[in-house]
């Protein structure tokens, strides 16, 4: 063990820091420091903590189940948020099938909020009820602009192929969806509600009443993006 600042070996211990770490001290220049922790994290924790990610836990609650600190948790939840492939894993090929006699889209919005409820986020989400599967996404208001947005992320073979496109009606949708397609009433959308009673039960960034609400909008949309790969995952093992 040496000092980071002269490289001495005189160090003595000196108490503990706010996190109840060993602080040391170099009894040469007065500097004092703690030894970084070289813990190492092995991949069947990493593995658990994977799956923690698509439940309904708080980040400091994964933190107290696997004796993981916060800065590394925020790490790594990263770096797995960033292998989620921008098209959700969703199969067109398959999708669109000579078998698959009509393809039906459910469009709808879920309110959230990131950093405080003044901050209001819709999580647009477009579910074929065919395969059961999440073909597209978008995070942002509730305005004609986002409706847009969110279309244009609706493979468009898939539009093509598609014959029914149901949404709740709302008046965003007007000149963004083709009239010949476009039907609204929310009797139409039951599959759809129900991912969304799915997403609040297993996202804990969406639950209406929690405090483990996102801080950042881009975490917001990754954590989505990673629920909604996963859920189209399990939906392709049945399908």
Request: with cysteine; net charge positive.
């Amino acid at each position: 063990m040496h000092c980071p600042k002269c490289f001495g070996s005189n160090i003595v211990k000196n108490g503990h820091t706010h996190y109840r770490r060993q602080n040391h001290k170099c009894k040469d220049c007065e500097r004092q420091f703690v030894f970084p922790n070289h813990h190492t994290i092995g991949e069947p924790i990493k593995e658990k903590i994977r799956k923690a990610l698509l439940e309904r836990l708080s980040l400091r609650g994964i933190c107290r189940v696997f004796g993981v600190s916060l800065t590394w948790l925020l790490e790594y939840m990263i770096s797995v948020y960033e292998e989620v492939p921008e098209d959700l894993g969703i199969d067109i090929e398959n999708l669109l099938d000579d078998d698959l006699q009509v393809a039906v889209i459910q469009a709808d919005e879920a309110w959230s909020f990131v950093g405080s409820k003044d901050n209001k986020c819709w999580i647009w989400v477009a579910y074929e009820k065919t395969s059961q599967q999440v073909v597209a996404f978008h995070v942002g208001d509730r305005s004609r602009k986002s409706a847009q947005a969110f279309y244009d992320k609706i493979p468009d073979t898939l539009k093509e192929k598609c014959q029914l496109i149901f949404t709740d009606d709302h008046k965003s949708y007007d000149g963004v969806i083709p009239i010949a397609k476009h039907h609204g009433g929310k009797k139409f959308n039951q599959n759809i509600e129900r991912l969304f009673c799915t997403m609040r039960h297993r996202v804990s960034r969406v639950v209406r009443k929690n405090l483990a609400f996102s801080k950042k909008w881009k975490n917001h949309e990754m954590a989505l993006r990673y629920f909604f790969w996963n859920y189209n995952l399990e939906r392709s093992l049945h399908y």
